[in-house]
């Protein structure tokens, strides 16, 4: 692992020794979360199939068993419905699980536990259970899996009461995302962009404004990746880097992109939503779960209640399609890509009323 | 009926364990006082349970499910869990377990009143879980939480109740698997009560016992007559200290059957004859453990009659409490879906408040 320390020192308020920004894969800084969580809170919990040993197959909780226990990071049987169940008993015991289903498609067999049980503990038991549980789901497509291994859930999850839901875009957001989830009270749904572990980029450990936003804060909103004046990029997860990627091509022709990363996917952050259509007064949201009833169409009408009488045209969805996720052959005519993202900015920018 | 194993009952006195071996030694037999203490239980969850039908009918309810029959099962298991350390996951028919737990009976019977999912009582304090309707949805969270103790090197061993219908989940599998896997101390307290709403346990159970397939993952496992409550008390006592002294979880069948409908919305009559659940039912447990007390001489006919006076008259305070419960402050549907809320839910809260004042 590089550890390219660039600057250190001098200690935080808090007391943590600064650590300064390190280059990292999304990979590695979602393991360094971990290890930093299981550090810091005794009753922090890792498990899931492979977890242990062998450290996950995307080895995101590589080393955490040698350096913590096989009480603390452990192997489960081969259960998804079980892993989640018993999460559900260790919350209520006190713990802080940490729980992994090993692809996204896998999700499915436990859905009853977490729609069911998770998302409703604290509420059937007046607040008396809560359910600190952040479960990671590595998510989306862009690997070339088989069947199963590639899904985006994020719809279904942010429509049951009860569940937050996150999804980290680079390694800077993966790891501030993944430590304030881990030590929320609530049951958070981590999806991490698979096809995005491995890429690197700048970590800062001690980012004083982790929120995005000029107050500082926590990360517990959407975030401006990118500042723009025609129209407004949202996106999430692996979509934001192919977001920025057409904003710089955009630029090319003069039309200048700004891209919001949502992060965030319940609660949405409302207010950022609003203010950058409300600069930009145009709008397209790009996701790669399908079309109907997607995440899109809640993006879409909560900037139409806020920003209707500034909008220039209608907000765009640039979305994989109504179909099951195709094989890896056909996986880049169904991902938004480059080109179908532009042609939506196109469809935006030269929308005519009437 | 004839070849199912839930009809009669006939796994008589405690048996050895169909599989495995089942370490830890029962607690000394139990007092005359103990004996009396759990007539006298089983007389008010009785008197309850019959209580809570006729509310239904009357209309103070909206809906129940009744356990008649199920006595000696759910006193005699309930009875042996040490609240202190202990900790109870029920499904929604385990009115008896949780009398005998000492659980606030308003509280508990509020979820039938449909005041709050789960219902008003404090799980955390009473030992047991929140009422759960999905069926083994709570057996692998006993698992979990068992899971826990091991880690936090607590004596505390969790107990999960599932019927015969419940155990053709998938969810029982695993948590038996899991239980098995992690030595967790677990025990899994089965009511074989005949019947998953409408189909028998034949039509249920392949093989036709669920302790059988304990086996199966290493697990000893007692099948016992659950009509029985002596017997009840005493095999869970020996699978809590199986459990207590770490040598992972055990499975109890306890036969017993439904005398009632599934619930009161439930009609019996379409899938079985007044003749056949006589047949079947066997012999009522209630008036089974009168005859032996009174044969063995621990009490007699004015102890009896006190007993049910007291059931009476705690019956008539618990239906004064269901009564005066009014309906939770609509803010509560909000409130309490996170711990760390949302700004999305305080707007809806916000506008309910300012639409439902303006009406």
């Not at chain 2, 999912?117 to 030992?127: A, K, Q």
């Not at chain 2, 659950?226 to 699978?239: F, I, K, P």
Request: overall charge negative; hydrophobic content about 40%.
């Amino acid at each position: 692992m590089s550890s390219a320390i660039l600057e250190g020192g001098a200690g935080m308020a808090d007391g943590t020794p600064r650590r300064g920004v390190e280059q990292l894969s999304m990979q590695q800084a979602l393991n360094r979360a971990l290890d930093e969580v299981l550090a810091g809170n005794p009753k922090s919990l890792v498990f899931g199939e492979d977890c242990g040993r062998l450290g996950g197959v995307f080895r995101i909780t590589d080393g955490l068993q040698a350096k913590y226990g096989p009480g603390r990071v452990f192997d489960t049987p081969l259960a998804e419905s079980g892993i989640l169940g018993m999460s559900v008993g260790l919350a209520m015991a006190g713990f802080h699980p940490i729980p992994e289903v090993q692809f996204d498609g896998f999700a499915y067999p436990a859905i009853n536990q977490i729609v069911c049980q998770i998302a409703r503990m604290n509420y059937r038991s007046r607040g008396t259970m809560p359910m600190p549980i952040t479960l990671r789901v590595p998510s989306f497509g862009g690997i070339r899996a088989p069947e199963h291994h590639g899904e985006s859930l994020e719809a279904l999850f942010a429509h049951v009461p009860g569940l937050k839901v996150v999804s980290p875009s680079n390694p800077h957001e993966a790891y501030h995302l993944l430590k304030y989830a881990a030590t929320r009270p609530d049951p958070v749904i981590f999806m991490e962009p698979k096809s995005r572990y491995w890429q690197k980029g700048e970590v800062d450990f001690d980012s004083a404004d982790p929120s995005g936003s000029p107050a500082g804060g926590p990360p517990t909103g959407a975030k401006v990746m990118r500042e723009g004046r025609h129209l407004t990029l949202v996106a999430w997860g692996a979509m934001v880097a192919r977001c920025l990627q057409v904003a710089e091509l955009a630029a090319e022709d003069g039309i200048d992109v700004e891209v919001l990363d949502l992060r965030w996917l319940k609660p949405i952050d409302e207010a950022a939503l609003a203010a950058s259509v409300r600069k930009t007064r145009r709008a397209v949201v790009v996701h790669e779960a399908p079309r109907t009833s997607g995440l899109g169409a809640e993006v879409a009408q909560l900037i139409t209640q806020s920003c209707f009488d500034t909008l220039k045209a209608p907000v765009e969805r640039i979305t994989g399609f109504d179909v099951p996720y195709p094989s890896g052959d056909l996986e880049d005519e169904y991902i938004p890509n480059i080109d179908r993202i532009l042609f939506g900015i196109q469809r935006v920018l030269e929308y005519r009323r009437g | 009926m004839d070849s199912t194993p839930s009809a009669g009952n006939d796994a008589g006195q405690l048996p050895e364990p169909l599989s495995g071996l089942l370490s830890g030694q029962p607690a000394g037999p139990l007092t005359a006082g103990q004996l009396r203490e759990l007539y006298s239980l089983m007389v008010a969850v009785r008197h309850l349970d019959t209580s809570a039908i006729a509310w239904q009918r009357q209309g103070l309810i909206p809906g129940y499910a009744p356990e008649l029959g199920q006595e000696a099962a759910q006193v005699g298991s309930g009875y042996a869990v040490d609240t202190a350390r202990d900790f109870v996951f029920p499904t929604y028919r385990e009115m008896g377990v949780a009398r005998a737990m000492g659980v606030d009976m308003v509280a508990y019977m509020s979820t039938h009143k449909a005041t709050w999912h789960g219902g008003l009582y404090d799980p955390l304090e009473s030992r047991l879980a929140p009422i759960q309707a999905v069926v083994a949805g709570s057996v692998l969270h006993a698992v979990g939480w068992a899971h826990g103790q091991t880690l936090d090197q607590t004596d505390g061993v969790a107990m999960a109740y599932f019927g015969d219908g419940a155990s053709s989940q998938g969810d029982v599998h695993e948590a038996m698997n899991f239980a098995a896997v992690m030595r967790a101390p677990v025990v899994f307290f089965v009511q074989n009560n005949g019947w998953a709403i409408s189909v028998p346990t034949e039509r249920q159970v392949a093989g036709g016992s669920v302790a059988a397939r304990a086996a199966g993952y290493g697990i000893p496992a007692l099948r016992i007559d659950g009509n029985d409550v002596v017997a009840v008390v005493d095999a869970t006592r020996r699978a809590f200290a199986h459990a207590r002294a770490g040598h992972g979880p055990v499975l109890i069948e306890a036969m017993t059957y439904r005398r009632g409908p599934h619930s009161t919305s439930d009609d019996p009559g379409r899938y079985r004859s007044l003749n056949e659940e006589r047949d079947d039912a066997g012999e009522d447990p209630l008036e089974r453990f009168r005859k032996t007390l009174l044969a063995d001489g621990v009490a007699d006919e004015a102890f009896f009659a006190e007993a049910l006076a007291a059931a009476k008259a705690e019956e008539e305070h618990i239906r004064a409490g269901i009564q005066a419960l009014g309906s939770r402050p609509g803010t509560e549907m909000f409130d309490l879906v996170f711990q760390e809320t949302t700004p999305a839910l305080q707007a809806q809260a916000a506008n309910w408040r300012e639409e439902s004042e303006h009406v």
